[in-house]
């Protein structure tokens, strides 16, 4: 039962996790179109009633995985079995220290959590060492244990080969993904300009 709960919340979880990168990924297009489209979507997931619910999934994924984990110490065999472990671990710390980032800066700092939030933090005067691995990391895990846990529910439907290529597949776009998501948002395509108030270092 604790399988198919941890399953069922992480389609919802999942359902914005690709959602917001998709928002990410128009920060291409420039900031403006990123913060439009993401003011567009808040409407639905800062909903009263989504909000909590999105939020009571992420407690209970980062719970319930960490409970997986800790129950196979010693058992897991495999590269694809191993890294579902170790992503899930990322993304139990990822999910807890982002969140908690994102609440703090909503409601102690007082500041919209938009592109600059998260852009600050990669600027060359704040503490790109630190952020740039953060988020490339976070999305390879996401992509990495969808990937492994894709792989174990589909290993009667189809050949190991055209499973593990299909994973690997899948990590290699996580990587490509989060590798352009993070150069955009640190400059790398257009200035980037920090307002003062998401300042982290000198701007």
């Known amino acids: 039962m604790l399988h198919k709960l941890h399953r069922a919340s992480a389609l919802l979880i999942s359902l914005y996790i690709l959602v917001h990168l998709a928002n990410h990924l128009l920060a291409l297009g420039g900031v403006e179109e990123h ?21 009571a999934c992420v407690l209970f994924q980062v719970g319930s995985g960490m409970t997986f984990i800790i129950r196979r110490i010693g058992q897991r065999r495999g590269f694809f079995d191993r890294a579902q472990a170790v992503s899930g671990a990322y993304l139990a710390f990822f999910f807890l220290f982002h969140i ?34 953060y988020y490339t990391l976070a999305v390879v895990a996401y992509f990495t244990h969808l990937a492994c846990a894709l792989r174990w529910l589909l290993r009667r439907r189809f050949t190991p080969r055209v499973l593990d290529r299909a994973a690997a597949g899948a990590m290699v776009l996580g990587l490509l993904l989060a590798v352009t998501v993070v150069a955009t ?15 982290l270092g000198d701007c």
Do not use: H, K
């Open 185 to 199: 948002f640190s400059g790398a395509f257009y200035p980037v300009e920090i307002p003062a108030e998401y300042c």
């Open 35 to 55: 913060i439009a489209f993401m003011d567009s979507y808040r409407n639905i997931y800062r909903n009263a009633l989504v909000e909590p619910l999105l939020l």
């Open 100 to 133: 908690g980032a994102i609440l703090y800066g909503r409601t102690v700092q007082g500041v919209d959590t938009n592109f600059f939030f998260a852009a600050a933090g990669l600027q060359p005067g704040a503490y790109p060492a630190f952020f740039m691995p």
